[in-house]
C-alpha cells in the first residue's frame, strides 16, 4: 500500500516537474509578435537635470547666458524634457529712445524657455557626444536705466519690449565623472526670429556661444 501511493507521488511530482519545464520554455521564448516602442516595458527610463553657462556674443558684445534644463533619459541616448535661460550679465548698447529719438545707452534683460529634444552617441563610454536642441520663445526688454532721476536710484524705465521664437541646437563633448555626474564642453547656435525692436534687429540676437554644462542624473 505505501508503494503504491508513494509511486502515485512520484507521478505526481513527474508531471508537476514537466508542466514547471514546459511553463519556463513559453516564458523564455521571444515573443516575435509584440509591437516594438521607444518606451516599453523593457525600456530604461530615467531623469537628468543640467545647468548651463553660455558666453557668446549678443549686440556686439561678449555676453554670459546661464539657464537649465531637464527631463527623462530614454534607453541612455535619447532626451525629452524643458529648457530655460536668461541673460545673466549686463548688455549696455548705444541706442535711441523710439519716443524722441534720442541717443542713449541702453540695456538688454530677458530670455528663454521651451521644449528641449535631442540625443547621446555611445553614451556609455567614458568620452560621447549629446546633441540638445531647444525650441520655444522669449521675451526681452530693452531699458534705460538712467531714465529717470530720483533719489532713491530707481531710474530705469522700459523703452521697448518683444518677444520671439528661438532655436538653438548645441553640440556637446561630455566626460563621464561618476554614473551620476557628467561634464560637458562645446558649442552652441541661438537662432532669433521674429523680434519686433526698434533698436535691434534678430541678427543682433543670433550667434554661436561657447557652452559649459554640468548634468545630474542616473546614467
Do not use: W
Request: some cysteine; hydrophobic content about 40%; proline content about 2%.
Amino acid at each position: 500500500m505505501i508503494m503504491k501511493q508513494l509511486k502515485y507521488l512520484l507521478i505526481i511530482m513527474g508531471c508537476m516537474a514537466f508542466n514547471q519545464s514546459q511553463a519556463q520554455q513559453y516564458t523564455d521564448k521571444p515573443k516575435n509578435s509584440e509591437v516594438k516602442s521607444l518606451i516599453g516595458k523593457e525600456k530604461d527610463i530615467t531623469g537628468f537635470g543640467n545647468i548651463d553657462f553660455r558666453v557668446g556674443e549678443m549686440v556686439d558684445q561678449q555676453a554670459l547666458v546661464i539657464g537649465a534644463y531637464g527631463g527623462l533619459l530614454i534607453n541612455k541616448n535619447f532626451m525629452f524634457g524643458v529648457a530655460g535661460y536668461g541673460l545673466a550679465t549686463e548688455s549696455k548698447f548705444e541706442g535711441y529712445n523710439p519716443e524722441t529719438n534720442e541717443t542713449r545707452e541702453l540695456n538688454l534683460y530677458g530670455g528663454y524657455a521651451g521644449m528641449l529634444l535631442g540625443f547621446k552617441v555611445a553614451s556609455r563610454e567614458i568620452i560621447h557626444l549629446s546633441v540638445p536642441m531647444i525650441i520655444g520663445a522669449g521675451q526681452l526688454d530693452v531699458s534705460d536705466d538712467n531714465y529717470f532721476d530720483l533719489a532713491n536710484g530707481d531710474n530705469e524705465f522700459v523703452l521697448e519690449s518683444t518677444s520671439f521664437f528661438v532655436f538653438e541646437p548645441t553640440a556637446l563633448v561630455e566626460l563621464n565623472i561618476s554614473h551620476h555626474f557628467r561634464l560637458g564642453f562645446g558649442v552652441g547656435y541661438r537662432l532669433v526670429r521674429g523680434s519686433s525692436l526698434e533698436n535691434l534687429s534678430d541678427d543682433d540676437l543670433t550667434g554661436y556661444s561657447g557652452v559649459v554644462s554640468i548634468q545630474l542624473g542616473k546614467f
